[in-house]
């Protein structure tokens, strides 16, 4: 990395109603390169209909990333209304490319409001293409409902997100609505036809949810809830799911609950509850699902109500090699242990 930025300490005992941006930039408008931010940002949210942006390199981003790594810790805690949104690198973009970024930040929070955190971006609000990015950084969520990603927590636009990993745990306490996936929470975008696509990718984490049986969650080694519009392709999961009530909850390897199409992925997460998919929780009446196998035994899905290819979906005692599932751009090699890295 280019330029360092160390011991950045941004502390707010009472930010006020209205919208607050965090981070070394709170809004960034134009292209940040080659920075390296070491931050501990600690803030407390007071009063009602709050909106809060926090991302170590920037709170609020319309413009490109490139080349940039976090680290360090982020705390946050609301007892109010509003919504708050988290990301290692950047809380909401609203538009640009995440290219080459990584991010080591252990974030926590705390709070009575919605809650959407990932790894490189809590919210996506526009297109917005992410290539070459990783999380091993973890994310600890204790609020009222949630959309936690190991790289995106939500996206409502359309977009890619390619030769991607998250290596770092995720972990959502006393979280009454929740989307949850090793690589993005809920990737959403509107219209009928495949426009967010995520591809190339794998997790290699442990996925930990505790919730009341009231409670609503879908939960994936991927992705948890993805919308019509969305495609998966060539993708891994490894680690674990632990989830303590499975009651009104969509769990699956893959996918905790799915209305579009995933293709070549393969699953070896271990789920400790019975009431899963090795693949898919819930696949929806628009799911369509081929090419998709585990080495785990069990079933593929829990609930079926769309297209799953029997000849394709299946088990299988041996999985083939990461890279021969991630890397049809080449954009890998071997790393240590069961963890591709990123080519030069």
């Known amino acids: 990395m280019g330029h360092t930025i160390s011991n950045m300490t941004l502390n707010y005992e009472e930010l006020n109603s209205g919208y607050n941006d965090l981070g070394f930039f709170s809004k960034n ?58 990301g290692g690198l950047v809380g909401q973009c609203n538009d640009g490319v995440f290219l080459n970024c990584s991010n080591e930040t252990i974030i926590n929070t705390n709070q009575t409001s919605q809650t959407c955190c990932g790894g490189i971006v809590g919210w996506i609000d526009s297109v917005v293409n992410i290539e070459k990015c990783f999380n091993s950084g973890k994310i ?20 890619m997100l390619k030769n991607s990993y998250n290596i770092g745990s995720l972990s959502a306490e006393n979280v009454e609505d929740l989307q949850i996936g090793g690589i993005a929470g809920h990737p959403y975008s509107g219209g009928n036809e495949i426009n967010f ?28 809830f993805g919308r019509k519009t969305l495609s998966i392709e060539n993708a891994l999961g490894i680690g674990n799911i632990e989830i303590n009530d499975s009651n009104n909850s969509n769990i699956g390897g893959i996918i905790g609950q799915n209305e579009g199409i995933i293709n070549n992925v393969y699953n070896s997460i271990n789920i400790n509850n019975s009431e899963s998919g090795n693949i898919v929780g819930f696949n ?9 196998y585990y080495n785990i035994t069990g079933r593929a899905y829990y609930m079926n109500q769309g297209k799953i290819d029997s000849e394709t979906v299946m088990y299988k005692e041996e999985l083939p090699n990461i890279l021969d599932v991630i890397n049809s751009d080449n954009a890998f090699k071997e790393g240590k242990d069961e963890n591709p890295i990123f080519n030069e």
Do not use: P
């Not at 390169?33 to 931050?39: A, F, Q």
């Not at 942006?53 to 790594?69: E, L, R, Y």
């Not at 609020?143 to 939500?154: F, Q």
């Open 29 to 86: 408008y134009g292209k940040i390169y080659d920075l390296n931010v070491e931050c501990d940002i600690d803030a407390k949210v007071v009063g009602n209909g709050n909106m809060l942006f926090v991302g170590a390199i920037s709170g609020f981003s319309s413009g490109d990333i490139q080349n940039c790594k976090a680290s360090g810790t982020i705390d946050i805690s609301s007892n109010n209304d509003g919504c708050v949104r988290i």
């Open 284 to 292: 929806t009446l628009e799911g369509n699902i081929t090419n998709a």
């Open 140 to 159: 600890t969520i204790n609020s009222t409902s949630g959309k936690i990603g190991g790289i995106i927590g939500y996206s409502g636009a359309k977009g």
């Open 197 to 224: 696509t995520i591809k190339n990718v794998y997790n290699n984490a442990t996925i930990s949810i505790t919730k009341n049986s009231e409670s609503h969650s879908d939960v994936g080694g991927i992705v948890g």
